[in-house]
């Protein structure tokens, strides 16, 4: 039988490596997309991320268990992402992703078209997928958390409030405010 996380966040509450390795383990990819999300830079969001894992670590003592883990850890990733912007590291701007290699050159000419999206296709993706960052960053740090928790991580507004510490119709308004800023954002575009 599979240990659920708050069982395995106790156990590391007792320094069990192995519930830790588990726990961080199961986390580690979900963990990373959020923070590069809300941080929009690769190597930031693996320092926040792997610091978000050594603070649950060393206040695994302190989860009591009244929310669901996941809760407690996107609260202590979220906060962290937030506090690193507010040092100063927010002015970091989104850089594109490496062109893909595809290797429709060396199939031979009388292959079918490939499936594969073409160069047109894709740079309407990366067109799409930079407006959208550009309107992220204009909302306030709780709306971008609540928007990226409710799309990414498919989280309630209960528990995204949990996540912010805050009413759930604050996360309701939080979200209400980001789409309609989002709506504005993009159609001016």
């Given at each position: 039988?599979e240990?659920?996380?708050?069982?395995?966040?106790?156990?590391v509450?007792?320094?069990?490596?192995?519930?830790?390795?588990?726990?961080?383990?199961r986390?580690?990819?979900?963990?990373?997309?959020?923070?590069?999300?809300?941080?929009?830079?690769?190597?930031?969001?693996?320092?926040?991320?792997?610091?978000?894992?050594?603070?649950?670590?060393?206040?695994?003592?302190?989860?009591?268990?009244?929310?669901?883990?996941?809760t407690?850890?996107?609260?202590?990733?979220?906060?962290?992402?937030?506090d690193?912007?507010?040092?100063?590291?927010?002015?970091?701007?989104?850089?594109?992703?490496?062109?893909?290699?595809?290797a429709?050159?060396?199939?031979?000419?009388?292959?079918?078209?490939?499936?594969?999206?073409?160069?047109?296709?894709?740079?309407i993706?990366r067109?799409?997928?930079?407006?959208?960052?550009?309107?992220m960053?204009?909302?306030?740090?709780?709306?971008?958390?609540?928007?990226?928790?409710?799309?990414?991580?498919?989280?309630?507004?209960?528990?995204?409030?949990?996540?912010?510490?805050?009413?759930?119709?604050?996360a309701?308004?939080?979200?209400h405010?980001?789409?309609?800023?989002?709506?504005?954002?993009?159609?001016e575009?």
């Amino acid at each position: 039988m599979e240990l659920s996380d708050e069982e395995l966040c106790r156990r590391v509450a007792g320094r069990d490596t192995q519930a830790f390795e588990l726990l961080v383990e199961r986390h580690q990819a979900a963990a990373y997309r959020l923070a590069r999300s809300i941080l929009g830079h690769d190597e930031d969001a693996r320092d926040i991320s792997q610091e978000a894992f050594l603070r649950v670590y060393q206040a695994a003592g302190q989860f009591d268990a009244r929310s669901r883990f996941s809760t407690w850890f996107h609260r202590i990733l979220v906060n962290l992402c937030i506090d690193h912007q507010r040092r100063g590291k927010w002015w970091r701007k989104f850089v594109p992703l490496a062109a893909t290699d595809d290797a429709e050159d060396d199939q031979p000419a009388l292959d079918p078209p490939s499936q594969a999206p073409g160069p047109d296709l894709e740079a309407i993706r990366r067109q799409s997928g930079a407006r959208l960052r550009a309107a992220m960053a204009l909302l306030s740090p709780n709306q971008r958390v609540a928007v990226t928790l409710l799309v990414q991580e498919d989280l309630s507004s209960k528990e995204i409030a949990a996540v912010l510490n805050c009413s759930e119709s604050t996360a309701r308004v939080h979200l209400h405010r980001a789409m309609a800023q989002l709506r504005k954002t993009l159609k001016e575009e």
